[in-house]
């Protein structure tokens, strides 16, 4: 199992658990976060990119994944999630470019050409 596929897993995972439990905080991120990715002012396109951006400034690799293949989802085209990530590691400097690492390889497996 990739790196990749166990995140993916892991997160569907602890999902379910906590929709199981009934997590009235988890319930409430779950709002907050479909608040937040609606169209509005700026597309969830944008609003994906923009989230990529800071996933790779904080390093957070659940959080490429997961809003790489959002941004994809949404319309995001193979440039645009790069830019996004280049956007990241300017913000980010150097530490940000070993995150970006991570994110072109999350970008190979949702943009298969």
């Known amino acids: 199992m990739s790196e990749i596929e166990r995140i993916v897993k892991s997160r569907k995972e602890a999902?379910?658990?906590?929709?199981?439990?009934?997590?009235?905080?988890?319930?409430?991120?779950l709002e907050m976060e479909k608040a937040t990715y609606a169209?509005?002012?700026?597309?969830?396109?944008?609003?994906e990119l923009i989230a990529v951006g800071i996933?790779?400034?904080?390093?957070?690799?659940?959080?490429?994944?997961?809003?790489?293949e959002q941004a994809a989802q949404a319309g995001a085209s193979m440039r645009e999630v790069l830019e996004a990530i280049e956007v990241g590691m300017e913000m980010g400097g150097g530490p940000a470019t070993v995150s970006a690492r991570f994110a072109l390889e999350v970008m190979d497996t949702v943009f298969k050409e």
């Not at 999902?15 to 991120?29: D, E, I, M, N, T």
């Not at 690799?61 to 790489?68: A, V």
């Open 55 to 68: 996933s790779v400034v904080i390093d957070c690799e659940s959080c490429m994944q997961w809003h790489i």
């Open 15 to 29: 999902h379910a658990k906590l929709l199981a439990l009934k997590s009235p905080v988890y319930q409430a991120f």
């Open 39 to 47: 169209d509005g002012a700026l597309s969830k396109r944008i609003k």
